[in-house]
């Protein structure tokens, strides 16, 4: 909901956008870390969201005021124990975030990260204890990314893709990371900042014909062998092979096919070196649940939108849990299967484990949500249900 909300008002390819996605998403991993009871937890999450839209007081007052966002986006004394956890949940990501924004290296070196957030937030216990959890978090996100690689950069320049996103989001969903252009000056000023894999152009944009802009790309030698996609909503077959015969790699009709659009621009993409890189990345990431517990790994991997196969072995015993762009697919363990399998991987506090990325899933035998999965495990372990 609050999430729908923020690409209406920031637009899901903007860098504000990802800044506020990832403080959703680590006020998430804490809230989880801190077990706090449901509402509780999806409140500090929708007040992350609502928290980048300061300047848009007027759309949000109304979501704010009916989710009972106040208190915990505007801390007041006194304070119930459920609302300063969830102050401080929000607190420490933003500050976080700042000091990220002022210090590359924040995120990158843990231990350089623990000791300024120590320096410039922490001035109690309990926000000591809070900060252990979230650097436990810092370290777990790294740990796992090991495994994870951008499918590539799409440069779209469209003026309607730069006001109501379409392809956006589901080219994010799918991997790639995408950056929108209104018009051909502003695709330039991309083009000086970061080298795309893609550009995927509308015909008709302000300024300067889509096919003009090709031209000016191709006689660039810094941009000359970027592969060029361009998109009409002209039907005649004659603009096609109007762009075809001037160099264009491919013209797609509006609408998009999108499942076609991936299909080639990831065969496009699968030079030698990606090809090494995809072989690196398929080796994924191993430990030992000593290492990092079942219940925290699932929370990253969720929480991050990440379609992971995760594979867990215990002397005799092999388990195994998938998931899809964050959503649990499927678990089993020897004869159990769906649920039942997945709390009993719950209860496992020793064994292995390796997570490989994951684009083909088997069918659906879980329907549940993480939250509602996660709470009925723990339940069981505590108390000693099968």
């Known amino acids: ?93 933003r500050i976080y975030q700042n000091l990220a924004y002022d210090d590359s290296r924040i995120g990158k070196d843990i231990e350089l ?84 894999d893609v550009i995927l152009c509308e015909l008709d944009i302000p300024c300067v014909d889509g096919l003009d802009f090709f031209k000016r790309i191709r006689s660039d030698p810094r941009t000359a062998d970027i592969p060029f996609y361009m998109m009409t909503s002209r039907k005649t077959k004659a603009v096609a092979h109007k762009c075809l015969r001037a160099g264009v790699d491919e013209v797609f009709p509006r609408p998009v096919d999108l499942e076609l659009l991936f299909l080639k621009i990831r065969n496009l993409l699968k030079r030698p070196e990606d090809r090494r890189a995809e072989a690196e990345a398929a080796k994924g990431v191993a430990g030992t649940l000593r290492d990092m ?34 959503e649990i697919v499927c678990a089993s363990l020897g004869a159990k299967k769906g649920q039942e399998a997945f709390y009993a991987l719950m209860r496992w506090r020793e064994g292995n484990f390796a997570i490989h990325a994951c684009i083909e899933f088997p069918p659906r035998t879980i329907n549940a949500s993480v939250t509602s999965l996660l709470l009925e495990g723990a339940r069981r372990a505590d108390t000693g249900d099968e």
Do not use: N
Request: hydrophobic share 45%; aromatic share 6%; proline share 5%.
């Open 1 to 93: 909901m609050a999430r729908r909300l923020a690409e209406s008002y920031l637009g899901a390819a903007t860098e504000r956008y990802a800044e506020i996605s990832a403080r959703a998403r680590y006020c998430e991993l804490l809230a989880a870390r801190c077990r706090l009871p449901p509402r509780e937890a999806h409140r500090v999450v929708l007040a992350a969201w609502v928290s980048g839209m300061e300047a848009k007081q007027d759309v949000v007052s109304r979501f704010v005021a009916q989710h009972g966002l106040e208190p915990v986006l505007h801390p007041a004394e006194p304070a119930s124990d459920d609302i300063r956890t969830e102050q401080r949940i929000l607190e420490l990501v």
């Open 113 to 196: 990260t623990q000791q300024c957030l120590e320096r410039y937030w922490v001035s109690s216990q309990p926000q000591r204890h809070l900060l252990r959890r979230f650097i436990q978090i810092l370290r777990d996100e790294a740990f796992l990314d090991g495994f994870e690689r951008s499918a590539g950069r799409i440069l779209i320049v469209d003026p309607e893709e730069a006001v109501a996103p379409v392809l956006v989001p589901p080219l994010s969903e799918d991997g790639f990371q995408v950056v929108v252009a209104a018009d051909g000056a502003d695709a330039d000023k991309v083009l000086e900042e970061l080298q795309p």
């Open 293 to 326: 517990s079942f219940t925290d790994m699932i929370q990253v991997v969720t929480a991050g939108g990440k379609s992971v196969r995760i594979t867990l072995t215990q002397d005799d015993l092999e388990g195994e849990v998938v998931v899809q762009k964050g």
